[in-house]
């Protein structure tokens, strides 16, 4: 141990040790860091979308939303939600679909299949949505992201089928 202290180098290894700990505590995985997103209403957008029930059609699958099967249950389980990939086909790609939310009422006797319409034709072609999720038993709100930086964000009750609120995202 004497000679560890009385090294030449021992302060030179502190300062090493010290400066690898302070560099790798500034590196944090992608999962833990932390995402300061703004939101502010935006009136504009707060009563563009439409709930119409409609019967649902078995050859379209349930896109995976947020890294899981797709199918989202609200806390009480009486509705689930999901994307799925409609077709809106056009001259130049046939294959070329919108994605379109959808949630399931089970309240009633039988169940009834929604969708939620109103986003600009190109917003639900070209924007995938995010944040699929259950606020409260009845309340499901998602977003859809134009970059890194802009996005929009949706409520809807589905008690009533009515929009609530729209928010402009910055991140």
Not at 132 to 142: A, G, I, M, Q, R
Request: glycine share 6%; net charge neutral; hydrophobic share 35%.
């Amino acid at each position: 141990m004497k000679d560890f202290q009385n090294s030449r180098g021992s302060g030179n290894l502190v300062m090493t040790i010290a400066t690898i700990a302070i560099v790798a505590a500034s590196f944090q995985p992608a999962g833990n860091a932390a995402i300061q997103v703004r939101a502010e209403v935006n009136k504009d957008l707060a009563h563009i979308l439409a709930v119409t029930a409609i019967t649902p059609d078995p050859e379209l699958t349930i896109e995976p939303t947020n890294g899981k099967s797709g199918m989202l249950n609200s806390p009480d389980r009486k509705h689930s939600a999901y994307v799925l990939c409609v077709p809106m086909p056009t001259a130049e790609d046939a294959k070329r679909c919108g994605h379109v939310v959808h949630f399931d009422d089970y309240t009633g006797p039988k169940a009834t299949v929604y969708q939620i319409r109103g986003e600009p034709e190109l917003e639900e072609v070209t924007r995938p949505v995010d944040n699929l999720k259950w606020v409260n038993n009845f309340t499901l709100s998602y977003e859809r992201w134009t970059g890194p930086h802009f996005g929009h964000r949706y409520l809807i009750d589905v008690r009533t089928r009515k929009q609530l609120a729209a928010y402009d995202l910055f991140g």
